[in-house]
């Protein structure tokens, strides 16, 4: 888990105002995560980041230019499901945000109160890594189950 062993943490920001972008990272980096980070802001490099850039963690504003974070999440959730996605913005009201975590977001941090993130971030990142690992079991339970079904079927041959 993240709490437990450091590493390096791929951040995909979706943030269209470059100095915000590095606020949130330079928020990372004092928390003590080693962060490195790829900032889209829009559709298409989105997809594009999802595809090659493989995040542990995405990090959206809510209100873009010409793209919104709801549009974002919904692609992050198409494209990459496993992997967390963090609203992180100035512009999002309590119903949205409550919207945000009921469509899958798994916080909202608002960019006036930072000290919030890193800590939310390592969160995200451990419970991801507490389901993938879950799943895995389960897969295992499931093939150990075949296994004894097939070696119970033969016992009674």
Do not use: W
Request: proline share 4%; net charge negative; hydrophobic share 45%.
């Amino acid at each position: 888990m993240l709490g437990e062993n450091p590493r390096l943490i791929r951040v995909l920001l979706v943030e269209d105002v470059e100095s915000d972008a590095e606020l949130i990272l330079l928020h990372l980096k004092r928390a003590g995560l080693q962060c490195v980070s790829r900032r889209v802001a829009g559709e298409a490099d989105l997809r594009d980041a999802l595809g090659e850039f493989s995040p542990n963690v995405i990090l959206s504003d809510f209100s873009l230019p010409q793209f919104s974070g709801a549009e974002a999440l919904k692609i992050a959730q198409e494209m990459a499901p496993e992997v967390p996605f963090v609203f992180v913005s100035g512009t999002i009201g309590e119903e949205r945000a409550i919207h945000a975590l009921h469509s899958g977001a798994v916080d909202y941090i608002l960019k006036g109160n930072l000290a919030r993130l890193a800590p939310a971030v390592r969160r995200a990142i451990d419970e991801a890594a507490a389901r993938s690992e879950r799943r895995a079991e389960q897969a295992q339970l499931q093939r150990l189950d075949r296994v004894l079904r097939m070696l119970s079927g033969v016992n009674a041959l």
